[in-house]
């Protein structure tokens, strides 16, 4: 017992020491970075970017957007997800969805759900470049139905997995060619940011058969 009679595991849930290992990290990259917070579709650690296109992540984000109460509050249903009671992938989804930020992002990265594609989007739109290793996992395991979560994540990983769609998976090609076009040819054509990795994807897509734009000169 504490000094004031509490148990140590309710003086000092869990989420709560999450919450301060995250908001660790968080300030010690700002102070790497000068101070500067994280804005969307800028560069994340390990070159992760979020690139949404017009209109795209208020879109996906629309299904946590909808009002909802949970018997208990957030920081019960939050409890009982770290505690293993809360097992069914919709009421989680529901929790890291729904629930204050601050008590759900520290979680995310030891958490494996299933998706729905509409969760998938949700969680991105959400969370950005923090839920990359689950949907990334989700949509490696089931191209055809969750690949379009991961058309506004670039970097190695996602690229590498669409040219392996591009080159011999005849389901998900087409997102896969909805990804070269919005990463890799736009990428590649702005000025001082060509580069070999992009024209040998943009030249694969084109070997198959695709029609991306035609090279400029």
């Known amino acids: 017992m504490t000094h004031d ?3 140590p595991p309710l003086a000092d849930p869990p989420w709560r020491r999450r919450l301060r290992e995250h908001e660790a990290a968080v300030a010690a990259r700002r102070r790497a970075r000068g101070g500067v917070p994280r804005v969307d579709g800028l560069e994340a650690p390990g070159g992760r970017l979020i690139v949404w296109a017009p209109g795209e992540r208020r879109t996906w984000l629309a299904p946590f957007e909808r009002p909802a109460a949970v018997d208990g509050g957030w920081e019960e249903a939050v409890r009982r997800y770290v505690d293993g009671e809360l097992t069914d992938a919709r009421s989680q989804a529901a929790v890291f969805g729904l629930a204050p930020e601050e008590l759900v992002r520290p979680l995310l990265p030891d958490w494996r759900p299933a998706l ?3 969760t998938g989007k949700a969680l991105a739109a959400r969370f950005g470049t923090d839920v990359h290793h689950i949907v990334f996992a989700n949509a490696k395991a089931k191209p055809y139905r969750l690949g379009p979560v991961l058309m ?3 970097d190695v990983e996602v690229a590498r997995l669409m040219a392996d769609w591009l080159h011999r998976l005849k389901s998900a090609r087409d ?3 909805e990804w070269l076009l919005r990463h890799v040819h736009r990428h590649a054509r702005q000025p001082g940011r060509r580069d070999a990795a992009a024209d040998r994807l943009a030249h694969a897509a084109r070997s198959r058969g695709l029609a ?3 090279e400029e000169s």
């Open 152 to 154: 506004p994540f670039r």
């Open 212 to 214: 991306l734009p035609p």
């Open 5 to 7: 009679g509490v148990p």
């Open 175 to 177: 997102i896969a060619r």
């Open 116 to 118: 729905t594609e509409e």
